[in-house]
């Protein structure tokens, strides 16, 4: 997976939906969009993608991140309609407003990561692989300190050449498990520790673990309909990365419980180690707080 730098300036190109857009990736956990790739013709459906606001009025610096769901395809220039223009369709996983949300901010970025070049010309550069695995780690850093969730694999992005038959409800549970509103509500109810291993982020990592946990869809597809309206505390569940993507190793997912008994046969005392920091699974799990559907 390549990752690649795209540019936004407002005294280029008035982002008009932009509040809209932001709203909506408030409301569902992403958003759609279309972006100009420059001359780039590289990228590929899964590629990494983050989204820079140059310019000259603050604040500037990374305010989207996301993955591509298309190839780069021509169609008429934003700015003249006479002209064409490259663009990919991607998938923003994270959308900050730049007039209310808190950038990661561009004079740290060139202090950190020198050899990018965080004011191009153009979108579509590519960012060395040992830089845009620091940005990750710096992203994370910045949006879980204004309270919204990591970014997921990209094979957990489901593109949109990519529908079948209850795919569209599998971007529906993927939107519930990060809508910031939902996962909020159900952390503040189950805590921060796995519900399946018991794992907890802060205790073994310290601050720098503190607030990371993956939230856990328990709902069928099946079950979800149109009308369908997430109940945070019932539906949604704390885990750890690790259980999180063995539940979903099955389809339709194994249930947390089941998890657990999986996690018991294989080994009996299943310990897992961060560090020289041990962490047993116990009889006093979490688990048992899990509703059963």
């Known amino acids: 997976m390549a990752t690649y730098l795209f540019t936004w300036n407002p005294t280029k190109w008035d982002w008009a939906t932009l509040e809209e857009d932001s709203a909506s990736y408030r409301r569902r ?59 990919i369709d991607l998938r923003y996983d994270i959308l900050l407003n ?17 050899d990018v070049r965080w004011s191009p010309q153009g979108s579509g550069i590519t960012i060395p692989p040992d ?19 990591p970014s997921k694999s990209p094979d957990e992005i489901v593109a949109p050449e990519r529908y079948w038959e209850g795919a569209v ?20 109810h189950h805590g921060l520790t ?11 990592y310290g601050d720098l673990g503190k607030g990371f946990i993956h939230v856990h869809h328990l709902k069928q ?22 259980c999180h993507a063995m539940l979903h190793k099955r389809n339709p997912p194994l249930s947390p419980e089941d998890l657990r008994i999986t996690i018991k046969k294989a080994n009996k005392t299943v310990v897992a180690t961060a560090g020289n920091v041990p962490l047993s699974l116990r009889s006093d799990s979490p688990i048992s707080a899990v509703p059963h559907l």
């Open 29 to 87: 956990g992403f958003v759609d969009g279309r972006w100009s790739c420059g001359v780039t013709k590289r990228i590929v459906p899964g590629d990494r993608v983050f989204l820079i606001k140059l310019g000259p009025h603050k604040p500037t610096g990374i305010m989207a991140s996301g993955f591509a769901v298309s190839s780069p395809f021509q169609a008429p220039h934003y700015s003249d309609a006479s002209k064409t223009a490259n663009y």
């Open 98 to 114: 730049p007039s209310d949300e808190k950038l990661l901010d561009r004079d740290i970025l060139e202090e950190v990561l020198p």
């Open 131 to 149: 830089a845009a695995a620091r940005l990750e780690e710096m992203w994370s850093e910045q949006i879980t300190s204004i309270g919204l969730s």
């Open 169 to 188: 409800r599998r971007i529906a549970v993927d939107a519930y498990e990060r809508d910031p509103r939902a996962r909020k509500a159900c952390l503040k």
């Open 194 to 204: 796995c519900c399946v291993c018991g794992f907890d982020f802060a205790e073994a």
């Open 221 to 242: 597809l099946s079950d979800i309909g149109s009308e369908y309206e997430v109940d945070p505390i019932r539906d949604l569940v704390p885990v750890c990365p690790n």
